[in-house]
């Protein structure tokens, strides 16, 4: 190892002083957490804080300023972050795995990302309303309108995926190239500013474009080039764990939320303390250990994924089948966790100086995202089962 490289490895923080730093922000994320949902997107503080924190390269590559960490740790700094404030936590989470994904694009592109900084962040919007595209020489045109750039206000470039039966490939273009058009008026996750996109006869060269089929096999080019464990991977096994992350953080905070508040409260006719009212006591009990055993599916998932990258062998389909549906089941529990940690917290909670209203209305937004569909996955996983041979 030379002199260069074991100063950049010393630089790299360990996966406990990662968690570390975002636990030192959970006072602020709090007292923020009204502000951002008021403004519709993060503090510039907030953004300056994940910055300052390094938590945009947490699967970033070395090449590039990155840590090149695992998706363990990602997952473990969101769900800190999102239990102060739902949204921070949401926005975090694209942060880190967009600049994993960049990484995966033609190196070509990536030395146009980080050129001028190793401190990018960038925004994807995947479902488009509208649009259209044209195959010319040296790459595409593009026009349209693309929805929900969460983090859009931060980003200096765009990721876009064009929706069609003949291209669902990702495409980066430059900040300059988009127009950002503030549709975000919504219930919940109000925060993330996940704002609309508009392209207007916009050319991306070729080299800006990585393959669907490149990704879905784990083949990518800058998967290649970097080498990293991750990369080796289909790229929906560790993209789709970041949101039920942040969710199990929601999870968390709204069920301490509901704790605080029900301290020193009493029944309305009889009079009892609300802590020692024994149905409390089972409700409290039950959502904890739902959300423990939310943590636990996530992190055995993580595990698993962390040893298949290793290997640098894709896991089988029923195994893929399994990790998505667990996923989705983790999204699942924390949405059943939010009702009954709502249901317990009576009316008081519906306050809006009461974060246990915010954490409610950020799960129920946050589980109904496209990549969390259970019923799909779990469809797909029981036809697999049946097709698969007894062992």
Known sequence: MSAKQAALRADIPSH???????????????????EAEENRRLSDETVAEFRAAGFHKILQPR????????????AEVIRTLATACGSSGWVANLFILHNWQVSLFPMQVQEEYWVNSEDEVCSTASFAIRSEMQVVEGGYRLSGRWKFSSGCDFASWFMIMKPSPTCLDWLMLPRSEVTIEDDWFVSGL?????KDLILNDVFVPE???VSIKDLAAGTTPGGKAHGTPISRL????????GIPAALVGMASGMADAVRQTLIGKKALFSGELQVE??????????VLADIHAAELVMRHR??????WGEAGAAPSKLEALASKRDATYVARL????????TLMAGATSTYLANPIQRFQRDINSGVTHVSLVWEEAAEAYGKAVWETPAS
Request: proline share 4%; hydrophobic share 40%; aromatic share 6%.
């Open 16 to 34: 406990e002083e990662l968690i570390q730093r975002a636990q030192a922000l959970l006072p602020s994320l709090r007292e923020r957490s009204a």
């Open 63 to 74: 090449r590039f300023g990155g840590y090149e960490l695992g998706i363990d740790t990602a």
């Open 190 to 194: 109000c925060g993330t500013g996940s």
């Open 207 to 209: 080299h800006r474009r």
């Open 234 to 241: 289909p790229f929906g096994l560790p993209a789709v764990w």
């Open 277 to 286: 009212r024994v149905a409390n006591q089972i409700k409290l009990t039950e």
């Open 302 to 307: 993580l595990s698993e994924l962390m040893k």
């Open 334 to 341: 924390v949405g059943k966790v939010a009702n009954n940690l």
